[in-house]
């Protein structure tokens, strides 16, 4: 993870004590899949080099190595992403979960001894609201007008004919 990180300009000192959360291989496909349609080796085209920095920067937390045991529920944790709101810690029956500005991620397996850092292994890529915005429902005058946005034809038929 390190290595990745470094790799792709994210400045992570191998002896500075942070705490890197670390999608699974799967997390990664299914998240850069839905959100931008694209495959994880996309991510490392040049064109994509300011989402990947943004993307990994939000997965470090340069304040120190924290352990699983040492995060308390409701705490927020900086990311090594400038401007980007904090995470959340959530501790629930046992679980940790940190909670993004678009999306949460569980850790899987925690405790991963990386020099002086730490990784926890998540289920999901936390995306910064910048590059993961939820989308916004488009407001619509009526039903009808919402059924023939999505195309719906036999339904806005329908109430059409009821009104």
Known sequence: SLQRAQAAGVDVEPEQAWTILAPTNYAFTQ???????IAPGDLLKPANRPLLIQV????????????KDQLKDCQAVPTALPGAMPLT??????KIDFEGATNDA??????????????HVVDDVLLPS??????????FASLGA????ANLTILAD???VSH
């Open 106 to 119: 569980r850790v899987e397996k925690a405790n991963i001894k990386a020099g002086a850092s730490v990784v």
């Open 89 to 94: 810690v959530r501790v629930r029956h046992g």
């Open 158 to 160: 329908a109430i059409e």
């Open 56 to 67: 990994l920067s939000y997965h470090v937390i340069p304040s120190a190595a924290v352990l």
């Open 31 to 37: 998240r850069l899949n839905k959100t931008f349609g």
């Open 130 to 139: 910048a590059v993961g915005k939820k989308q916004e429902s488009p407001a």
């Open 146 to 149: 919402a059924v023939k946005a």
